[in-house]
């Protein structure tokens, strides 16, 4: 019904950037928020950025400065440009959606698979 496809990971040298791409397609209503998160072996989920519809953005404190999210409504599509990358973001990231499939039905979460970005010292 409804998927989220990530592109973008790989491996990088720290210093160095990336640029994740998730594009929502099948059939829904609207997407609200939409985000990244991120987790590490032996760690829990973390919010890594979020974009709301009209383009508010939040950040966790540990990438402000460095990554920057942006959205394509007429797209369906989040990215995240990811700069100064460090060892510690090394993790699988997660494309999030926040959307409804019908109107005057709640908003639900959507995931993408998650893809892999490893940052060699």
């Known amino acids: 019904q409804v998927q989220l496809v990530e592109s973008g990971g790989g491996l990088v040298q720290a210093g160095g950037s990336l640029r994740l791409s998730c594009a929502a397609s099948?059939?829904?209503?609207?997407?609200?928020?939409m985000g990244w998160y991120r987790q590490a072996p032996g760690k829990q989920r973390e919010l890594v950025a979020a974009?709301?519809?009209?383009?508010?953005?939040n950040y966790a404190e540990s990438v402000k400065g460095r990554f920057t999210i942006s959205r394509d409504n007429a797209k369906n599509t989040v990215d995240l440009q990811m700069n100064s990358l460090k060892p510690e973001d090394t993790a699988v990231y997660y494309c999030?959606?926040?959307?409804?499939?019908?109107?005057?039905?709640?908003?639900?979460?959507?995931w993408g698979q998650g893809t892999q970005v490893t940052v060699s010292s």
């Open positions: 099948g059939s829904f209503f609207s997407i609200n928020d």
């Open positions: 974009i709301t519809i009209g383009g508010s953005t």
């Open positions: 999030n959606a926040r959307l409804r499939l019908r109107i005057f039905t709640r908003e639900s979460d959507y």
